[in-house]
């Protein structure tokens, strides 16, 4: 009986607050990873929304009706850039957007790569500058000062959300440095299908050989390129193959029939997990990596 008295006489207290408090700043992030970044930022002044759902492949997607109708209410919208969607000039243009722009990678100093296309050299940026936790921390810095130029009044929240968060970064940060100090460095080398984890390898001393490219639109490597690999992993004995949450297995099963090395649990690279799955959020994201990198170069 006293609980429910109790509830009773919260229930108008509640709903005085749910009047008087303003309406969460409507945001729209491209990725999974902006948007889980700028939940940790925005808190509950926020409601953001991410075109690329979780396990999807920011580089090939194509926008929906529905996401130019997003973008179209929303006051922020939160872009990783450096390449990465390059459909989304487009979708900004038809969608009418007048509100703020957020480039979460601002700042950040690109990695780039020497790419053959038609067997001309290019130089190519690398877009997955998140997976670096000092990168991380830029994009929160950068995702704090677009949410408090897009709702001013709020703006104190975003700075302490985003300093508190960013310590939670320093934190893994020392942790997967730690975790990978096991790893003997002639064993730090790991094949995935694209090339997603270069921010990663720098940072945490891990060297990744990758067939297909920085994007997943350059299609399948060709059979000489598959037959070089092979002899590498054969070579080096590399025993962990990787592939990611956002890619087809076809190309890994291959190299692990031709070479008997192992295909690890796939990394989660572009894209975050379904929340039922290992890496719904940014940190579990690099603590799943970690570990399964870890086991992966670790074999035998
Ligand atoms: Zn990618």
Redesign the pocket.
């Known amino acids: 009986m006293r609980l429910a008295s109790l509830l009773l006489a919260l229930i108008p207290f509640g709903l005085a607050i749910g009047t008087a408090a303003a309406d969460p700043l409507p945001v729209v992030a491209t990725t999974s990873v902006l948007e889980d970044l700028v939940k940790n930022v925005g808190g509950d002044k926020v409601a953001v929304r991410s075109l690329v759902g979780p396990d999807g492949d920011a580089?090939t997607y194509e926008p929906t009706p529905s996401d130019a109708k997003a973008i179209s209410s929303a006051r922020l919208v939160v872009i990783n850039g450096l390449g990465l969607e390059g459909w989304l000039t487009r979708l900004m243009g038809s969608a009418g957007f007048t509100g703020t722009r957020v480039v979460a990678t601002e700042g950040i100093t690109p990695l780039t790569m020497t790419e053959e296309e038609g067997g001309k050299a290019r130089k190519v940026t690398d877009p997955?500058a998140w997976q670096s936790l000092a990168n991380g921390r830029i994009y929160v810095a950068n995702i704090a000062k677009g949410l408090a130029a897009a709702d001013p009044a709020n703006a104190a929240v975003y700075q302490q959300n985003a300093e508190a968060y960013a310590q939670r970064l320093t934190t893994l940060e020392a942790k997967v440095k730690a975790e990978l100090a096991d790893v003997p460095a002639a064993k730090r080398r790991v094949i995935t299908t694209?090339d997603?984890f270069q921010y990663y390898g720098k940072a945490y001393g891990v060297q990744f050989i990758a067939p297909i490219g920085?994007?997943?639109e350059e299609g399948e490597p060709s059979a000489g390129d598959v037959a070089k690999l092979e002899r590498q992993i054969k070579r080096e004995k590399l025993k962990a193959l990787f592939l990611e949450n956002i890619s087809n297995s076809r190309l890994i099963d291959q190299l692990a029939h031709d070479t008997g090395a192992v295909v690890g649990p796939p990394l989660f690279?572009?894209a975050l997990s379904k929340p039922s799955e290992p890496a719904p959020t940014y940190i579990q994201m690099f603590e799943y990596n970690t570990a399964t990198l870890k086991a992966g170069m670790l074999l035998n």
């Open positions: 580089h997955h694209h997603a920085l994007s997943t690279s572009d």
